[in-house]
């Protein structure tokens, strides 16, 4: 499983920026071999999106990605695996380089932002981790978790 939630900018010339917060999940399904290193899934092998239950509030596509939140797990992972991992890299914020990688038990973690957000690095996680964890409840439940 692999859920996302990415701040973007809609510029629009002569309107005013579209600003806000997609969400995404995909699943990778039952015969997949999960990899150990899995922080490269979301760029190589995403897996197949649930259209059903994507979380948009600016239209997809041609967007700049001011801040992302990957989180990556093999299907049917618990959402309090996700939480703990998110809780853990929440803590290490303030000392940690970006973009950072993380990886606690079977769940995996990137995040980055913009380098003029760094300032409100703690706020931007918060926010993405919320729309993250509240998809992958959804996620967990549609799959009779």
Excluded: C
Excluded at 15 to 35: R, S, T, Y
Excluded at 93 to 117: C, D, I, K, N, S
């Amino acid at each position: 499983m692999y859920v996302t939630a990415h701040h973007v900018r809609r510029r629009v010339p002569g309107q005013p920026d579209l600003e806000g917060v997609n969400a995404f999940a995909h699943l990778h399904g039952p015969d997949f071999p999960f990899p150990t290193e899995a922080a490269r899934l979301p760029d190589e092998q995403p897996g197949v999106e649930v259209l059903a239950l994507r979380d948009v509030t600016v239209p997809p596509g041609g967007n700049d990605v001011r801040s992302y939140l990957d989180v990556v797990a093999p299907d049917g992972t618990d959402v309090r695996a996700a939480e703990a991992t998110i809780d853990q890299v929440r803590d290490a914020l303030a000392v940690e380089r970006l973009p950072l990688v993380v990886r606690h038990g079977g769940v995996t973690l990137r995040f980055g932002l913009q380098f003029g957000l760094y300032g409100v690095r703690r706020e931007e996680f918060d926010g993405l981790a919320a729309k993250v964890l509240a998809l992958w409840e959804r996620v967990y439940r549609a799959q009779g978790g």
